[in-house]
Protein backbone atom coordinates (compact mmCIF):
# COMPACT_ATOMS: atom_id res chain seq x y z
CA UNK A 1 0.00 0.00 0.00
CA UNK A 2 2.91 2.10 0.72
CA UNK A 3 3.68 2.98 -2.94
CA UNK A 4 -0.23 2.87 -3.65
CA UNK A 5 -0.73 5.73 -0.89
CA UNK A 6 2.77 7.80 -2.54
CA UNK A 7 1.13 7.88 -5.88
CA UNK A 8 -2.09 8.82 -5.28
CA UNK A 9 -0.60 11.60 -2.77
CA UNK A 10 1.40 13.02 -5.61
CA UNK A 11 -1.60 12.75 -8.25
CA UNK A 12 -3.73 15.18 -5.58
CA UNK A 13 -0.97 17.24 -4.80
CA UNK A 14 0.09 18.23 -8.63
CA UNK A 15 -3.63 18.71 -9.30
CA UNK A 16 -4.01 21.07 -6.61
CA UNK A 17 -0.30 22.77 -7.21
CA UNK A 18 -1.26 23.52 -11.05
CA UNK A 19 -5.53 23.57 -10.51
CA UNK A 20 -5.99 20.82 -12.69
CA UNK A 21 -8.83 17.93 -12.46
CA UNK A 22 -8.67 14.25 -13.04
CA UNK A 23 -9.29 15.00 -16.95
CA UNK A 24 -5.27 16.46 -16.82
CA UNK A 25 -3.96 14.29 -14.33
CA UNK A 26 -3.45 10.14 -13.93
CA UNK A 27 -1.71 7.73 -12.41
CA UNK A 28 -0.10 4.23 -14.45
CA UNK A 29 2.59 2.10 -14.56
CA UNK A 30 4.75 3.92 -17.43
CA UNK A 31 4.35 7.47 -18.41
CA UNK A 32 2.18 7.12 -21.31
CA UNK A 33 -1.61 9.09 -20.92
CA UNK A 34 -4.75 7.31 -21.42
CA UNK A 35 -6.54 9.22 -24.31
CA UNK A 36 -7.49 12.80 -23.09
CA UNK A 37 -8.50 15.99 -24.09
CA UNK A 38 -6.76 19.51 -23.92
CA UNK A 39 -3.33 20.16 -24.81
CA UNK A 40 -1.54 18.90 -21.24
CA UNK A 41 -1.68 15.74 -19.39
CA UNK A 42 0.52 14.75 -15.98
CA UNK A 43 0.90 11.05 -15.67
CA UNK A 44 2.60 9.68 -12.07
CA UNK A 45 4.07 6.58 -12.14
CA UNK A 46 6.13 4.55 -9.72
CA UNK A 47 10.06 4.68 -9.71
CA UNK A 48 12.74 2.24 -7.73
CA UNK A 49 11.52 1.21 -3.87
CA UNK A 50 15.09 0.43 -1.88
CA UNK A 51 15.76 -0.75 1.40
CA UNK A 52 18.73 0.04 3.49
CA UNK A 53 18.30 -1.72 6.58
CA UNK A 54 18.19 -5.50 7.31
CA UNK A 55 16.04 -5.24 10.95
CA UNK A 56 13.47 -3.27 10.03
CA UNK A 57 12.33 -0.86 6.66
CA UNK A 58 14.18 1.61 5.72
CA UNK A 59 12.83 2.19 2.20
CA UNK A 60 13.76 5.33 -0.61
CA UNK A 61 10.89 5.42 -2.86
CA UNK A 62 11.11 7.28 -6.39
CA UNK A 63 8.00 8.26 -8.43
CA UNK A 64 7.91 10.13 -11.88
CA UNK A 65 5.27 12.34 -13.40
CA UNK A 66 5.33 12.95 -16.93
CA UNK A 67 4.54 15.79 -18.98
CA UNK A 68 2.81 15.52 -22.05
CA UNK A 69 2.41 18.47 -24.08
CA UNK A 70 0.27 18.18 -27.34
CA UNK A 71 2.29 19.88 -30.55
CA UNK A 72 -0.25 19.32 -34.09
CA UNK A 73 -1.25 22.91 -33.18
CA UNK A 74 2.08 24.56 -33.73
CA UNK A 75 4.24 24.57 -36.82
CA UNK A 76 7.25 21.57 -36.43
CA UNK A 77 9.36 24.83 -36.81
CA UNK A 78 7.98 26.14 -33.74
CA UNK A 79 7.90 23.76 -31.37
CA UNK A 80 10.60 25.00 -29.45
CA UNK A 81 9.33 28.58 -29.14
CA UNK A 82 5.36 27.70 -28.90
CA UNK A 83 5.15 24.48 -26.95
CA UNK A 84 8.82 24.20 -24.83
CA UNK A 85 9.93 27.82 -23.74
CA UNK A 86 6.45 29.59 -23.16
CA UNK A 87 6.98 31.74 -20.04
CA UNK A 88 4.19 30.77 -18.23
CA UNK A 89 2.62 27.62 -20.22
CA UNK A 90 5.49 26.17 -21.77
CA UNK A 91 6.60 22.78 -21.18
CA UNK A 92 9.71 23.50 -18.86
CA UNK A 93 7.35 26.22 -16.90
CA UNK A 94 5.06 23.49 -16.07
CA UNK A 95 7.81 20.99 -15.13
CA UNK A 96 9.47 23.78 -12.94
CA UNK A 97 5.83 24.29 -11.20
CA UNK A 98 5.65 20.35 -10.90
CA UNK A 99 9.31 20.80 -9.21
CA UNK A 100 8.59 23.03 -6.99
CA UNK A 101 5.15 21.38 -5.47
CA UNK A 102 6.39 18.14 -5.26
CA UNK A 103 10.30 18.32 -3.50
CA UNK A 104 10.28 18.47 0.04
CA UNK A 105 6.33 18.87 0.25
CA UNK A 106 5.29 18.13 3.76
CA UNK A 107 1.66 18.55 1.79
CA UNK A 108 2.62 15.24 0.52
CA UNK A 109 3.17 13.37 3.26
CA UNK A 110 0.03 15.23 4.93
CA UNK A 111 -2.19 13.44 1.95
CA UNK A 112 -0.09 10.28 2.55
CA UNK A 113 -1.03 10.09 6.37
CA UNK A 114 2.93 10.35 7.11
CA UNK A 115 4.81 11.75 9.66
CA UNK A 116 7.32 14.50 9.89
CA UNK A 117 9.65 15.24 13.00
CA UNK A 118 7.20 14.40 15.83
CA UNK A 119 4.44 15.82 14.24
CA UNK A 120 2.24 13.25 12.91
CA UNK A 121 0.60 14.78 9.47
CA UNK A 122 -3.29 13.83 9.57
CA UNK A 123 -5.58 16.37 7.56
CA UNK A 124 -6.70 16.18 4.35
CA UNK A 125 -7.20 13.29 2.28
CA UNK A 126 -5.42 10.21 3.70
CA UNK A 127 -4.58 7.57 1.42
CA UNK A 128 -3.02 5.59 4.06
CA UNK A 129 -4.91 2.45 4.88
CA UNK A 130 -6.39 2.57 8.19
CA UNK A 131 -4.56 1.06 11.24
CA UNK A 132 -1.61 0.48 8.77
CA UNK A 133 1.76 2.16 9.55
CA UNK A 134 2.60 3.54 6.30
CA UNK A 135 5.73 5.40 8.26
CA UNK A 136 7.23 8.36 5.21
CA UNK A 137 8.69 10.56 7.17
CA UNK A 138 10.87 12.28 4.23
CA UNK A 139 9.42 13.56 1.52
CA UNK A 140 10.22 13.25 -2.21
CA UNK A 141 13.35 15.10 -3.60
CA UNK A 142 13.77 16.28 -7.18
CA UNK A 143 16.05 14.48 -8.89
CA UNK A 144 16.15 15.95 -12.81
CA UNK A 145 14.49 15.79 -15.85
CA UNK A 146 14.42 13.39 -18.51
CA UNK A 147 17.89 14.25 -20.92
CA UNK A 148 15.78 16.17 -22.94
CA UNK A 149 12.12 16.27 -24.17
CA UNK A 150 10.94 13.06 -26.25
CA UNK A 151 8.94 13.48 -29.10
CA UNK A 152 5.98 11.00 -28.94
CA UNK A 153 3.84 10.03 -32.28
CA UNK A 154 0.18 9.51 -32.59
CA UNK A 155 0.12 6.00 -30.83
CA UNK A 156 1.44 7.65 -27.30
CA UNK A 157 -1.93 9.59 -27.63
CA UNK A 158 -4.04 6.51 -28.68
CA UNK A 159 -4.38 7.91 -32.16
CA UNK A 160 -4.17 6.15 -35.66
CA UNK A 161 -1.36 7.20 -37.50
CA UNK A 162 -3.23 9.16 -40.87
CA UNK A 163 -2.76 6.63 -43.81
CA UNK A 164 -1.57 3.64 -41.59
CA UNK A 165 1.87 5.46 -41.29
CA UNK A 166 4.02 7.83 -39.18
CA UNK A 167 3.90 11.38 -39.83
CA UNK A 168 7.64 12.63 -39.77
CA UNK A 169 5.78 16.06 -37.13
CA UNK A 170 5.90 14.61 -33.51
CA UNK A 171 2.34 14.56 -32.42
CA UNK A 172 3.72 15.16 -28.68
CA UNK A 173 6.36 16.03 -26.49
CA UNK A 174 6.94 14.24 -23.05
CA UNK A 175 9.18 15.26 -20.08
CA UNK A 176 9.94 13.43 -17.64
CA UNK A 177 10.21 15.00 -14.00
CA UNK A 178 12.06 12.62 -12.02
CA UNK A 179 11.96 12.69 -8.47
CA UNK A 180 13.79 10.24 -5.23
CA UNK A 181 14.41 9.28 -1.48
CA UNK A 182 10.86 9.27 0.00
CA UNK A 183 11.98 7.73 3.20
CA UNK A 184 9.62 5.52 4.87
CA UNK A 185 10.29 2.98 8.45
CA UNK A 186 8.51 0.45 9.58
CA UNK A 187 9.55 -2.01 12.16
CA UNK A 188 9.52 -5.61 12.19
CA UNK A 189 6.75 -5.98 14.89
CA UNK A 190 4.57 -3.58 13.20
CA UNK A 191 4.95 -5.92 9.97
CA UNK A 192 3.06 -9.09 12.24
Known amino acids: ?7 HAVADRVKT ?6 ANVGISYDGKPPAFEGEEFFVVHPGSVRNSADLSLDELYGVSVTLTRRTAFSPQDRIGTAIMAKVTLGLYARADKVKVALHKSEQVLDLIGGTTELQTWTGGKSYSLENSVEGFIESLVFDRYSDEPMQKGPEW ?17 ALEIRFRDARRIQTIESMT
Do not use: E, I, R, Y
Open 1 to 7: MSMTALL
Open 17 to 22: ALTLTD
Open 157 to 173: LWATPKGGHMNSQPAAL
